[in-house]
């Protein structure tokens, strides 16, 4: 299958400090990433979706200004965490769509990177 | 907004015995997906059913989409202790495209 790769997988920081994680499509273009949290023991829940060269969108109850997005090209999707709280803290992980119907794959297949566990102090 | 339901939540079994997770959308869905997390792991892409009434399988896991396209199922047919995990469906409606999570069935399989 297609590799999405996360950067850092796993961030100590303390209250008040911002947090860059990267998702990166290593093997395909994916003109949209998908931004989830998930906390311990619970579902995955979509954050925001990213489009190369457009503005994110957010989902209801999250913080566009907290949690700033950025879908620069085709391989890149960054998500920072501005004044992080302890209350942020989670795991927060990635997914690249495939649009491109590659041989093998199922159409609209969502890739998830490895994650990033943040642990604010 | 649109939910999807998943149960059970938890899901203990003796290795060799069967084991089913039900899925239920609020909406109709124009496809689902299954995924399986591993502890400590990211969601694991499975299986796509996009058709009214479509079964597939994969070795011991088959999957149901039913008639309506709201609600599917994952059945495990003599469960191993390879296939502890939690596994979710994801369902995606014809509105925004966007995946919604079930909650997740924890399955544990004691050897």
């Given at each position: 299958?297609?590799?999405?790769?996360?950067?850092p997988s796993w961030v100590i920081c303390k209250s008040g400090t911002s947090v860059k994680i990267e998702c990166r499509?290593?093997?395909?273009?994916?003109?949209?990433?998908?931004?989830?949290?998930?906390?311990?023991?619970?579902?995955?829940?979509?954050?925001?979706?990213?489009?190369?060269?457009?503005?994110?969108?957010?989902?209801?109850?999250?913080?566009?200004?907290?949690?700033?997005?950025?879908?620069?090209?085709?391989?890149?999707?960054?998500?920072?965490?501005?004044?992080?709280?302890?209350?942020?803290?989670?795991?927060?992980?990635?997914?690249?769509?495939?649009?491109?119907?590659?041989?093998?794959?199922?159409?609209?297949?969502?890739?998830?990177?490895?994650?990033?566990?943040?642990?604010?102090? | 907004?649109?939910?999807?339901?998943?149960?059970?939540?938890?899901?203990?079994?003796?290795?060799?015995?069967?084991?089913?997770?039900?899925?239920?959308?609020?909406?109709?869905?124009?496809?689902?997906?299954?995924?399986?997390?591993?502890?400590?792991?990211?969601?694991?892409?499975?299986?796509?059913?996009?058709?009214?009434?479509?079964?597939?399988?994969?070795?011991?896991?088959?999957?149901?989409?039913?008639?309506?396209?709201?609600?599917?199922?994952?059945?495990?047919?003599?469960?191993?202790?390879?296939?502890?995990?939690?596994?979710?469906?994801?369902?995606?409606?014809?509105?925004?495209?966007?995946?919604?999570?079930?909650?997740?069935?924890?399955?544990?399989?004691?050897?």
């Amino acid at each position: 299958g297609a590799v999405v790769s996360q950067h850092p997988s796993w961030v100590i920081c303390k209250s008040g400090t911002s947090v860059k994680i990267e998702c990166r499509s290593l093997d395909f273009q994916a003109t949209t990433m998908f931004w989830y949290r998930q906390f311990p023991k619970q579902s995955l829940m979509l954050m925001a979706t990213s489009n190369e060269g457009s503005k994110a969108t957010y989902e209801q109850g999250v913080e566009k200004d907290k949690f700033l997005i950025n879908h620069a090209s085709l391989t890149l999707s960054t998500l920072t965490v501005t004044s992080a709280h302890p209350e942020d803290s989670s795991f927060y992980i990635c997914s690249a769509r495939d649009r491109g119907g590659t041989s093998g794959r199922a159409y609209n297949e969502q890739f998830f990177g490895p994650g990033t566990r943040l642990t604010v102090l | 907004g649109q939910q999807v339901m998943q149960i059970p939540q938890y899901q203990h079994v003796q290795e060799g015995e069967d084991f089913t997770t039900y899925c239920n959308s609020s909406t109709t869905l124009s496809n689902i997906q299954w995924y399986k997390q591993r502890p400590g792991g990211h969601p694991v892409f499975l299986i796509q059913l996009v058709k009214s009434g479509e079964v597939k399988k994969q070795k011991r896991l088959t999957f149901q989409f039913g008639e309506a396209k709201k609600n599917s199922s994952l059945h495990i047919t003599a469960t191993q202790t390879t296939d502890v995990g939690t596994y979710f469906c994801a369902g995606k409606n014809n509105q925004g495209g966007k995946l919604i999570f079930g909650q997740g069935t924890e399955l544990s399989v004691k050897p």
